[in-house]
């Protein structure tokens, strides 16, 4: 079964501080990759994502992306946060046949100081 | 065009009881799944519906329950609630495709459960 690993469960930058949170999956196959975002009182959002082609991924709001498939990895990057990015995370994996099935990693907390 | 929507947001219930809520996808998303969300356990799948079958589903207690309609309207269901079903339940929408597809997924607002 596919899982989601996010290292960081809550990282506090200053703003235009650069940004890296890390997320690792486990599944030996095809995989389709994503990052969501959730500001405080609002849904669920998506950032960005992987299905195929250039592993480099640009989302909205500055925000990118690198899928790894050596390393098993698809981490967020900014190169210089504000304070509006301050929120909740997710990092999600979903694979082969099950496309549709979502697992996502535990999220990471960002805070961001003005 | 009009976001998922999700009713109720906010409900209270007692153990034992049992609770249905509704989710209305995206106009023209036949895809509807449903994750429960809570501090300890984050995000968790629970299932996926689309064209009124079930065609996914987590590791959830047979409590937990749903079905969809043929408007692609979705309602879960739980039964004999217990305390720990406390959680945000999240709905999401996509697109009709293929089962290798990697559609995106968008949120509703939740229904805030809380168990007595």
């Known amino acids: 079964a596919q899982s989601v690993s996010q290292h960081n469960h809550h990282v506090i930058l200053s703003e235009a501080a650069s940004l890296e949170l890390g997320c690792n999956y486990s599944y030996g196959g095809t995989v389709n990759l994503f990052w969501y975002v959730q500001y405080p009182g609002q849904h669920l959002q998506l950032l960005l994502k992987?299905?195929?082609?250039?592993?480099l991924v640009k989302g909205i709001k500055g925000f990118e992306a690198e899928f790894i498939k050596s390393k098993f990895s698809f981490n967020l990057r900014k190169p210089s946060v504000q304070w509006s990015d301050t929120a909740e995370y997710f990092c999600a994996v979903s694979a082969g046949s099950s496309a549709s099935k979502i697992i996502f990693g535990s999220g990471t907390r960002l805070s961001i100081r003005p | 065009k009009a976001g998922v929507t999700q009713t109720p947001r906010y409900l209270i219930k007692t153990r034992g009881q049992q609770v249905t809520l509704s989710c209305s996808p995206i106009s023209g998303h036949r895809s509807v799944s449903w994750y429960q969300q809570t501090p300890g356990q984050g995000l968790q799948f629970l299932f996926e519906y689309f064209s009124e079958t079930q065609r996914n589903k987590g590791n959830f207690p047979g409590r937990f329950s749903g079905r969809q309609f043929s408007n692609s309207r979705s309602e879960m269901n739980v039964s004999t609630l217990e305390l720990g079903d406390s959680a945000l339940y999240l709905c999401?929408?996509?697109?009709?495709?293929?089962?290798?597809?990697?559609?995106?997924?968008?949120f509703g607002p939740g229904t805030r459960l809380t168990v007595l």
């Open positions: 992987y299905f195929s082609g250039d592993p």
């Open positions: 999401a929408s996509s697109r009709p495709g293929l089962a290798g597809g990697g559609n995106e997924q968008f």
